[in-house]
């Protein structure tokens, strides 16, 4: 990831509903969730207000969709939010990997055996 997507990638997390969606498109896991579920997820938002928040997501390239039947269900894309970690920690330390050790414990939650991303401390 250079600059110019991580500069994308951010402009679209700046905002209360689009954050609030990954989070749960996170914690849904690989399975995802239906449109209306999202919507009903974030106080009833309307399908139209649902419409732009996660194609301004899926554009960032933070969530993806695929049609089930009748259904668009909507999924984080793991891969994009690791490059958004890896850009974010890439410079770290300069030498020194204390300093990177918080970050790297509470990523370390969402490995096997930990309690997952929904946790603020595992």
Do not use: W
């Not at 896991?29 to 899926?58: C, K, Q, R, T």
């Amino acid at each position: 990831m250079d600059e110019k997507q991580a500069l994308g990638v951010f402009a679209a997390l700046a905002q209360e509903t689009r954050l609030r969606i990954v989070r749960l498109l996170v914690q849904a896991g690989p399975d995802g969730l239906a449109a209306g579920a999202i919507g009903e997820a974030m106080n009833g938002a309307s399908s139209s207000l649902m419409s732009f928040h996660l194609g301004h997501l899926e554009q960032a390239g933070l969530i993806a969709s695929r049609r089930t039947g009748r259904s668009i269900l909507y999924t984080a894309d793991y891969a994009a939010l690791s490059d958004v970690i890896a850009f974010l920690m890439r410079d770290c330390c300069q030498g020194h990997p204390e300093v990177c050790a918080p970050a790297l414990a509470a990523i370390s939650c969402c490995g096997p055996g930990g309690k997952g991303m929904r946790h603020a401390k595992c």
